[in-house]
């Protein structure tokens, strides 16, 4: 098993993450040898078992209705790196990437 | 075009298909995963928390109420409801979704296999359209953008509003049949009691999934998935205008790829949302178990579904022998249907009654500019006025003068003819 | 006074705050005063990322008022130090990251919220391995901690500063995260007892996520009535946290001093075996025959897929954290690096914020989820989940109560070491089976090699820590008679 550096650029981009030529070729060499070393996992008789996802999972454990929000110490906007009038102002630019918003999960 | 060439435009030659997708936000008090109050019209930012706002170390716990509404909707759309269903890690990279990633019930939903009857096709057959999916969601951030200044302004108040999504199969072949759907849809949510219903108000939000193929073809060609139409008319419109899309393309030759469209109701177009190539889903929430609804609340859920309008309709007809067209009015609503009712109950005629309702009473409402839930004219009024009616202590005018001042002072009719101002000309007096 | 405050067990000191013999603010001026010493040293430990002296005076003085009235908590008056990616709302909650310098968040874990009530001061947050990363706390924004009982080598990961605080002796106990190893690595490097419960068994609500399935919250102790006691204050069902199990807390320090006649402690045999270093094999075998000597009966176990659960565990990790860290983009709170478009802020953001082990990770995940989806690593690793369950339940079914091994191959490398990839890839080789299937662990001192300290680990079926602390405390008191008492 093995990652290609053109591998690491599109993983980049989908992650959000920048990552420019000289450092994928490197981080390609890397992940290449953490790869390798998950190989084993390919290995092992699985024939039949149920993948597990969580540890002991017993059912969802359900809230009622009730209007009793977590208390913070300070208002959300104050966290905000930048806020304007009470809202959490952030950069966007419909015409780019950013035109997405709404679109919300495929069906 | 000249008289004598009669081309046959693209669209004639192609059916158009459309399955709709729509948004219901859900009447709870308290968030989805959260206990922030559902009031979105607060300052902004004042219902928001660590976890709404997806900071570092939150967790999500889910709404029981939440579970209930959209369980009765299912139950409501004649859906299986799954004893178990899951909530995946979605990707979501957009200002409104704080987590980085939605919470869906993507490859096991809440419900699926419903059904909703819309009209009849000719000749006489029902048009039904099938629900595929109904899945227990969250709402997004509010995003307002700010054009001059490459900003938008979040408001988290709305994020993580509990919300149902409904997912029809492509059984729709017009524009006509989706606004119907909708207008069926939202009757029938008014009456299950789970949602402000109103659409223009930023309540129901619709995705519109649109193609075209050839009379007969029966597999699917690809579709556009047309985003955030937010009226009945932005459906229509959004409907035909990527119908006529498809069948130019189609009558060209060229591909057509699935895509997803932005739709701007104000120009009339829709804008490709470019696709990424990107990882989305990173698999069920390690956070949430799986929702596993037991066998007994289910039954108890069904045994308390509301009567639903089709039901009630039928029982109109059957239960008061109405004509078709009175009973279409008498039930367009859940609370004209009680009123009717509550009227009919006490006074025994139930076509009077509905003469009334659907004639006086509806005429006062315009008049007075009130909701029937603030009208003055108890039912109980109504049918003591009418049993007076009926035993000849008032004639048809007289009667129609008293209801006139009852809708105008919430009097009873026994006061308005105790007084001697009020009683009208011809009322026969005592002895 | 010539004696540590530290060195006073935690009812010693609790009994004598409720006689009025002490004071909590002592313990909270020694531990401060412990704390400058080590990061005044010409080596700086560089134990902590935030400490608060002000806070915990305010803390302790307000626990004197306090002494009146409400019923007397088990930690009374006993300083605590908090890992760095568990939320607390005084102090700065930075994960070891540049993207979290300045956050504070505006609520607090569920787990610091009950050890406060339970009468213990936060006097510092510990430095850790960037989000949890990591075996050697070389990898935190804020520098590399360093082992107080190892000159010149690391402190273990992920969260060796709490577990060297301990060790240093500024406080008696510390909580943190233990995601594959994250609390009983270092507690084994630097000679600590250290603690990962049962999945569910202490809340999750506040500790950052890292890999929500695998992530614990973990505890570090002096010793292991240190743990067993902080145990009791912290654990419990919490509605905040959806895994969070509805179990019954057991009164732990009962289970301390007890005999070990009927026990049976299985010794895990491991195929990949011959990476573990001869002193740590002979210091664990050593172990053994204590066990023996306290009246347990010693066997042997083979679970078949033992040598599978880190690579599992690394999968299943690194694909959980790029959801989990997915939230990480300027927006609302930490870091921002500003631009003109959404998509552009976030990635700048995260690019400056994100250190390169946490790149590394969300990148191997990101191909693990994406195209390499096809060859179904992820799938497998969470069949190996399911055969590993299988595994120690075959193991505990065969009449086996405990079962034990090393926490770590080796003893603590030397600093230089640190970032050899094949010394980094065997450190959680024992430890990630527990996180996989959430059965609780315990590390604790067995000895030491050239001075330096060895840990052992004691793995019990689900809810049963009762069972570690009986074995543990037991085996505590016989190596504190051994070497001279």
């Known amino acids: 098993m093995r990652i290609t550096a053109d591998e690491v650029l599109s993983a980049a981009q989908s992650a959000a993450i920048h990552v420019d030529a000289p450092r994928a070729a490197t981080l390609a060499t890397e992940l290449t040898r953490c790869l390798e070393a998950l190989a084993p996992l390919l290995a092992f008789d699985a024939a039949g078992v149920e993948p597990a996802v969580a540890v002991g999972a017993v059912g969802m454990p359900l809230r009622a209705d009730e209007s009793e929000p977590i208390a913070m110490r300070e208002p959300a906007v104050a966290l905000a790196p930048h806020a304007r009038d009470g809202f959490i102002a952030v950069p966007y630019d419909p015409s780019s990437a950013d035109g997405e918003v709404g679109a919300g999960p495929q069906a | 075009m000249s008289a004598t060439e009669v081309e046959p435009r693209p669209e004639e030659e192609f059916e158009l298909v459309v399955g709709l997708e729509i948004r219901v936000p859900l009447r709870t008090r308290s968030k989805l995963f959260c206990g922030c109050a559902t009031r979105a019209a607060d300052p902004p930012n004042v219902n928001a928390c660590p976890i709404c706002l997806a900071l570092p170390g939150a967790l999500p716990v889910l709404n029981l109420h939440a579970v209930e509404l959209a369980v009765r909707t299912a139950l409501g759309l004649d859906c299986v409801v799954h004893p178990v269903s899951v909530y995946e890690r979605i990707r979501c990279d957009a200002p409104d979704e704080p987590k980085g990633y939605s919470l869906v019930q993507r490859s096991r939903p809440l419900a699926s296999g419903g059904r909703l009857q819309i009209g009849r096709r000719e000749p006489g057959t029902p048009l039904e359209v099938r629900i595929a999916a109904v899945r227990l969601g969250e709402e997004g951030a509010t995003v307002r953008h700010l054009r001059r200044d490459h900003t938008a302004l979040l408001d988290f108040n709305r994020a993580g509003h509990p919300s149902v999504q409904l997912v029809t199969e492509p059984d729709m072949r017009s524009g006509a049949e989706a606004v119907a759907f909708l207008h069926v849809l939202r009757q029938l949510l008014a009456y299950l009691n789970v949602s402000e219903t109103a659409m223009d108000r930023g309540g129901i939000r619709v995705n519109a999934h649109v193609s075209a193929r050839g009379f007969g073809e029966t597999a699917l060609r690809p579709k556009s998935r047309v985003l955030e139409l937010r009226s009945a008319g932005a459906v229509a419109r959004a409907i035909s205008w990527t119908f006529s899309r498809h069948t130019s393309l189609h009558a060209s030759g060229a591909r057509v790829e699935h895509e997803t469209l932005r739709w701007d109701d104000v120009r009339g177009v829709g804008t490709v949302v470019p696709a990424r190539d990107e990882v989305r889903a990173f698999g069920p929430d390690p956070d949430l178990p799986p929702l596993v609804l037991d066998s007994d609340w289910l039954d108890r859920m069904h045994r308390d579904l509301p009567e639903r309008p089709a039901e009630r309709r039928h029982r109109f007809l059957t239960e008061y022998r109405l004509a078709e067209r009175e009973v279409e009015v008498l039930t367009a609503s859940p609370g004209r249907a009680d009123y009717f009712e509550g009227v009919a109950r006490r006074h025994g005629d139930a076509p009077t009654a509905a003469r009334w309702v659907t004639g006086e009473v509806l005429t006062a409402l315009r008049r007075e500019r009130t909701p029937l839930g603030r009208f003055r004219v108890r039912p109980a009024d109504l049918a003591t006025l009418l049993n007076l009616l009926r035993d000849g202590v008032l004639s048809d005018e007289s009667a129609r003068e008293v209801f006139r001042i009852m809708a105008r002072t919430g009097q009873r009719p026994e006061q308005i003819l105790e007084r001697p101002s009020a009683s009208p000309p011809d009322a026969p007096r005592d002895g | ?485």
């Open chain 3, 1 to 485: 006074m010539t004696e540590p405050e530290e060195a006073r067990r935690i009812v010693e000191f609790r009994d004598g705050v409720l006689v009025g013999e002490r004071a909590p603010q002592e313990a909270v001026a020694a531990a401060l005063t412990r704390m400058s010493h080590v990061a005044a040293e010409p080596d700086d430990l560089n134990l902590f990322i935030s400490v608060d002296a002000d806070a915990a005076g305010g803390c302790a003085r307000d626990l004197e008022v306090r002494l009146g009235d409400s019923e007397p908590g088990t930690l009374l008056g006993t300083p605590i130090v908090i890992g760095d990616n568990l939320a607390t709302s005084t102090l700065r909650t930075t994960c070891g990251s540049q993207m979290l310098a300045d956050y504070v968040s505006p609520y607090q874990a569920t787990a610091v919220q009950r050890v406060r009530a339970a009468g213990a001061i936060v006097v510092a947050k510990a430095n850790l391995d960037e989000f949890g990363m990591g075996v050697s706390t070389t990898r935190s924004a804020y520098g590399a901690t360093r082992n107080p009982a190892a000159p010149g080598r690391v402190s273990g990961g992920a969260n060796g500063g709490a577990a060297a605080a301990v060790a240093a002796g500024c406080v008696r106990v510390a909580l943190a995260s233990d995601t594959g190893g994250g609390v009983r690595h270092p507690a084994a490097l630097c000679g600590v007892v250290g603690l990962k419960p049962t999945y569910g068994r202490i809340s999750r609500f506040g500790l950052v996520a890292l890999a929500p399935s695998l992530d614990h919250v973990g505890i570090v102790g002096a010793t292991v009535e240190d743990v067993a006691l902080t145990l009791g204050a912290v654990a419990g069902h919490d509605p905040l946290d959806p895994t969070s199990a509805d179990v019954v807390v057991e009164m732990y320090v009962d289970a301390l001093g007890h005999s070990l006649r009927g026990t049976v402690v299985g010794v895990l045999r491991h195929r990949d075996d011959e990476a573990v270093q001869p002193a740590v094999r002979h210091l664990c075998d050593a172990a053994a025959e204590r066990f023996r000597r306290l009246g347990a009966e010693v066997r042997e176990v083979r679970p078949p897929h033992l040598h599978l659960a880190q690579p599992a565990y690394q999968v299943i990790a690194a694909c959980e954290a790029v959801s989990s860290l997915a939230r990480f983009d300027g927006s609302r709170f930490g870091a921002r690096v500003e631009a003109t478009s959404w998509r552009t802020m976030a990635e700048r953001s995260r690019s400056a914020g994100f250190g390169q082990e946490v790149v590394r990770r969300l990148l191997l995940g990101t191909h693990l989820l994406g195209v390499a989806r096809r060859e179904g690593l992820l799938r497998r690793a969470q069949q190996l989940r399911a055969l590993m369950a299988d595994d120690f339940r075959t193991a505990f079914a065969s009449g086996v109560h405990v079962l034990f091994s090393p926490t770590a191959p080796g003893v603590a490398c030397i600093s230089g070491e640190a970032e050899n990839p094949e010394v980094h890839a065997v450190q959680e080789r024992y430890t990630a089976a527990a996180n996989l299937i959430g059965v609780p662990a315990l590390s604790i001192p067995v000895g030491r090699a050239d001075g330096l300290p060895v840990g052992g680990q004691l793995i019990a079926p689900h809810f049963a820590e009762r069972t570690l602390f009986a074995v543990a405390s037991a085996h505590e008191r016989l190596l504190f008679e051994e070497l001279g008492g």
